[in-house]
């Protein structure tokens, strides 16, 4: 009896392969939603070939992870072939090939260097494999000369807005303005930023700083603002140097990331004044949540890794199937008809709880 079912269900595997096997271009009944989240159609098994731009990158661990989690709880016919680039562009670029050349039905790119793109997106157009980019967006004008060339990531500004929110937020709170330190009116304040050129980093750094001054407070920049390329031990050894030369003059210092926050707060508890620095990031990852809740930190913004993770699976396995990257999900492409955008949400003392993981 077993046998049998073993047997009809290889027979019905095999039908199911072959049904696909023609290029795809019986997949427009697969657009179909079956109300289900995950992407819809036809059940052909595919591999996706992802790159993470390093797997020593604290947020993208976390997106990676959560994609290993929502295949692993698919139905088994979704492979992901998963690399570490290394923070190396031609590292990335070889990979490209050699997943090209091994077949992959489609690619989700997480670009080293975002100025690559058109690079490693004409790899796949002249293959014909589908490829979603995800967390370092690429420019619209080069997805736009592949139309099965697409991004998941947020909108870069909107984390800029919130982190400015939740400073503004704090500062009004503080009735009897503790965080001036000097008594001046004006926020004394250092900016630690990600990757230059990185949209994340280019947006947080503008958006944060417009958003104080747009509340109406005063900024002074104490020190040229400066990179930890998103590193914890990085940050430690620039806030180290800050602190060495600024002192007790710093009354805020914005962090592009937690990664770099976390090495923030921890060159100021070496220096014993944690808790008495403003110190804000991005991403609400799990090891900030002590921080917020101790007064170390004033806050965060989500950087949503698992809708940001799911929506990459979707959009991906859809394309391999050769259906509508949206089918049967309720993601919504932004007017360009290119971008899924994911959105932030600020993470203060008054609603850490709720993203404690
Ligand atoms: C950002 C994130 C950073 C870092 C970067 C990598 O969105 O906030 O922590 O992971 O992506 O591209
Ligand atoms: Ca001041």
Redesign the pocket.
Known sequence: MKKLLALVLAGMMAFSLTACGDGGSSSSEGSASDGSSAAGGEDKAVTIGVTI?KYD????SYVRNDMDKIVAEMDGKVTLSMNDSQNNQSTQNDQVDTMIGSNVDALAI?LVDPQAAAVVQKKAQDAEIPIVFF??EPDLATMQEYDKSFYVG?TSSE?GVEQGNVVVDYLKADADKKWDKNGDGKIQYLMMK??PG?P?AEARTEYSVKTIKDAGYEMELLAPEDTAM?DTAKAKELMDNWYAQYGDKIELVLC????MALGVVSSLTANKVNGKVMVAG??ALPEVMDYIESGDMIGTVL?DDQNQAQAVIDLAVNLARGNDPLAGTSWKFDETGKSVRVPYKAVTKENYKEFVK
């Open positions: 731009y990158d604290n947020f993208m997480n967390n370092k947020t984390s990600g990757e990185h994340d998103w592009n990331n937690d990664g991005v991403d950087n």
